[in-house]
T-cell receptor, first 112, second 108 residues
């Protein structure tokens, strides 16, 4: 069966510090991978998606970036965090675009 | 533009039936999804509709009308554990757009 891992579970970072969140999927090959952010009490905002190694599509221009160095690894990064980057970051995978997505446990980021 | 609208909050009684509505206007459509999200947790997949009509899965059913841009999620025999947010999402190829979610509170 497929599983998706995210770490860390929680993170408190000062404004201006860098960020690296990692997501890995097990039990499937060549999945579509997604990064979402959910602000408190709000819906999910799609940040990036990837259909393959090295292929990243950005949905929202901002100070975040994503990379997919391996088939089942998806990384979300920032060089300098802003207060507005606080939120619940969720990684998800699907078999193809348009299929149901399965979410990792999420990382709760607080920027102070 | 793209809009997915659903009520912000709903309250229902244990054992009852509740219907959560979702209307959407999107530039493309590959399917409509419902997810359940308990507070502080990740969303979990509930149901998927691509054709008009009703899909039933145990206590949960989901309905779609593509011509009306409308869906609903029906929860029967409500249990306290059904208290959660319910997210409506519309897929267009690699792009999944989520509504803000409906927070359902089930009371004894």
């Amino acid at each position: 069966s497929q599983t998706i891992h995210q770490w860390p579970a929680t993170l408190v970072q000062p404004v201006g510090s860098p960020l690296s969140l990692e997501c890995t999927v097990e039990g499937t090959s060549n999945p579509n991978l997604y990064w979402y952010r959910q602000a408190a009490g709000r819906g999910l905002q799609l940040l990036f998606y990837s259909v393959g190694i090295g292929q990243i599509s950005s949905e929202v221009p901002q100070n975040l970036s994503a990379s997919r160095p391996q088939d089942r690894q998806f990384i979300l990064s920032s060089k300098k965090l802003l207060l507005s980057d606080s939120g619940f970051y969720l990684c998800a995978w699907s078999l193809t675009g348009g299929d149901e997505q399965y979410f990792g446990p999420g990382t709760r980021l607080t920027v102070t | 533009g793209q809009n997915i609208d659903q009520p912000t909050e709903m309250t229902a009684t244990e054992g009852a039936i509740v219907q959560i509505n979702c209307t959407y206007q999107t530039s493309g459509f590959n399917g409509l999804f419902w997810y359940q999200q308990h507070a502080g947790e990740a969303p979990t997949f509930l149901s998927y509709n691509v054709l008009d009509g009703l899909e039933e899965k145990g206590r949960f059913s989901s309905f779609l009308s593509r011509s009306k841009g409308y869906s609903y999620l029906l929860l029967k025999e409500l249990q306290m554990k059904d208290s959660a947010s319910y997210l409506c999402a519309v897929s267009n190829n690699n792009d999944m757009r989520f509504g803000a979610g409906t927070r359902l509170t089930v009371k004894p």
